[in-house]
C-alpha cells in the first residue's frame, strides 16, 4: 500500500533530492520549498533513508485536515492510533513548524499534541511515554499552515547527513547532505578528477569516495523506523546486503584534498580513516594559491572562508582576486565551484561566473558560483 511522505532537504537541493527519489522508485514526486514530497512503500522508505544522500530526514505522514483551534490540533492527534506504531516504552518529541499559522503559541499547540499523544496511550495500556528532548526514540513532527494541519513521524531518527563516519569537524563545518548536492550540482560523477583545496574537515572527500564507490551514505547508522511496531526485519536486511554486495573495493581514486592549516588535515585524515576510505583520497598540506591541477581536467569543488572559518573581511578582499589569479593560471581546462556565503566575492576575484546556484546552510544565504576555466579567457 502506498503511504505518502516528506522529505525535507537543504533549500535549492530539492531538484538534486527529486532525481534521487526518481531513481529510487518514488511515486507522486512534488518538491516545495525546502522538500520533497513523494509515495512509495515501506520498502521504499528504507531504501530512502539509506541511500539519500541529499535528503535531511524521511517523514511519513499520518494526518493532514483543517484546524481553527489547538483543540481541534488535540483532537486530531488524540484519534490516531499511536499504540500500533511505537511502544509506550518509547520516548517521544515533537517538532513544530509553522506558516501564517494564526495561533498565538506555537509552544502551547507543540504541548496539546504532546498531551494528545500521552493521553491516547494512557487510554490504551495505562501509561504514557516520557519526553526526551536530546536522544528521543521517536520524533512527531507537526506542520501549521493558515487553516492546515500536518502531522509527520520521523522514520529517519538523527538528521541522515549524520553518516555516522565523520567524528571531527572543523570550527564552520559543511553538513554531508549539503556536500552530497553540491556536488550533484556540479555535475561532477565518478571517473572524473576532484580536488578540494580548503578541505577542512573534508566532507567532500569523503561524500565523493562513497559515490565512487556506491556506498550507501546510510550503511554504518541505525534508523527509527527500526524501533516501528510495523518494522520489517527480513526486507530490511535484504536491502542491507544488497547495498553492502553493491560498494567497490577501496582503491586509490584521483580524489584530492589539500589545507593550509595541519589541524584541518588531520581532521580529514582521521575522517577518512574512520570511514576507512583513507587509501581512496590524496592528502596535502598546501596554501590553496600554490595548489597546482592534479590532473589536465576535473572539477575544483572549494567551501570558501567565512564567518566563523575566517573573520576579517579585508583579509577575504585579499585572497580572492589571488584565488582568481591562481585560477585562471593552473586550472585551464577545470571547471571550478566556489560556495560561499559572501556574496561579494565574485567583483573581487574578477572572474566570469558561468553560473550562480542560490542555496542556504541552515539558515545562511550562499551561493554556489561556477567557473569554466579557459586559459587566458577568463578575465572580466
Partial sequence: MNEQFFAPCPRGLETPLCNELTELGATGIKATDGGVHFAGDWTLCYRVNLHSRTASRVLWRVATTSYRTEQ???????????????DVKDTIRVNMAAIRCPLKSLDFATLKIKDAICDKFRQLCGERPSVNTHEPDMRIHAFLEESRFTLYLDTSGDALFKRGVRQYTNIAPLRENLAAGI?????WKPGTPLLDPMCGSGTFLIEAVQMWLNIAPGISRHFAFEKMKNFNVKKWSEIRN?????QKPVEPLPIFGSDLYGDELKAARLNLENAGLLKAV?????????????????VLVAN?????????????EALYPQ???????KF???????????????KFIRLSVSRKTPLFNGAIECRLFEYKMVVGGNRK
Fill in 282 to 298: 590524496t592528502l596535502n598540506q598546501a596554501n590553496v594559491l600554490e595548489v597546482s591541477a592534479p590532473a589536465e581536467q576535473g
Fill in 332 to 346: 585551464g581546462g577545470w571547471n571550478a565551484y566556489l560556495f560561499t556565503s559572501d556574496l561579494r566575492m565574485p
Fill in 242 to 246: 544488497k547495498a553492502i554486495a553493491a
Fill in 304 to 316: 570558501l572562508p567565512y564567518g566563523e572559518r575566517m573573520g576579517d573581511m579585508a583579509d577575504l
Fill in 72 to 86: 481541534d490540533i488535540y483532537e486530531t492527534a488524540f484519534a490516531l492510533p499511536w499504540g500500533d506504531w511505537f
Fill in 183 to 187: 556536488l550533484h550540482l556540479t555535475g
Fill in 323 to 329: 584565488l582568481g589569479d591562481a585560477l585562471k593560471k
